[in-house]
Each structure stands twice: as C-alpha cells, then as structure tokens.
C-alpha cells in the first residue's frame, strides 16, 4: 500500500494515533530496561522459569513496535500498516505472557474474566486494524 508522498497531510486522526504510538512506545522501553519487577512480591506475580525475561522481552517488542508503528504511519511510509499489525501482534503476544505470569486468582472473574477481557480486546483490534487500513487507504487515493 502506498501512501501520498511526503508534501501532504496524513490527517488529524492518524497523525494523532502516531503520536499516541510514539508515546507508548516510552513505557514499553522503561519496562523492559528497569528493575521493576525486582520489586514485585512473588504471590503477585511468578517470574520463575524465565518469565521474567519474557515479560521484558515482550515489554522491549512492544516498545520497538509502536516506536516502528509511529514513525512509519507519520512519515506515511508504504509499510506503515503492515507496522502497525506488528504492533498489534505484540500487544496479543504480551497478553499471553502475561496470562502466563500472573496467576488466574489475581485477575477479576479467574478464567472466564480473562477469556471475556481478551476478547474484548481482540475485537477493539480487529476493529481499529479495519478503519486505520481504510484511512490509509482514503490517503492513498
């Protein structure tokens, strides 16, 4: 997909989630370079067998994805969308590792909360993927 060249403008609601993702890729980056989860109790969170390093592993993916989603869609590169999929990816990876890492007990509901809450939030993805791919696609044409 290729998007207008450079000179024109990309539009207020995609320069604005840019700028959004811009700004959560800080969080991703400072998660996964600080000592945070040193300090974490061990009943909240189980960092044994390498789920730590997952958790910031996945903390840095993040962090570089929307770091990668932002300056493409800002700079209105060709690759911009496939960007942001990754991105997306990312996010539903860190959710996974995350499910991993802390125990059903201390998410409201158990499972079925955790089943309700990610397909939630599936579907608010699947949804933003289907109006920012038209929006790119309005750009292009």
Known sequence: MMLKTTGE???IS?????????????PGFAFSLSNILDSVPEDVVDLSGGKGV??????????????????GLFLKRPWALTAIRSWMGSCVALLIV???????????GGALGYL?????FLLVLFLADRVIARRLADDQG
């Open 54 to 71: 997952m958790l910031r592993v996945g903390g840095f993916l993040y962090g570089a994805t929307a770091l990668a989603a932002a300056i």
């Open 98 to 108: 995350m499910m991993i890492a802390f125990p059903m007990d201390a998410i409201p």
């Open 9 to 11: 403008k990309l539009g």
């Open 14 to 26: 995609l320069t604005l989630f840019a700028v959004y993702l811009g700004m959560l890729s800080i």
């Open 116 to 120: 309700g809450f990610c397909g939630i």
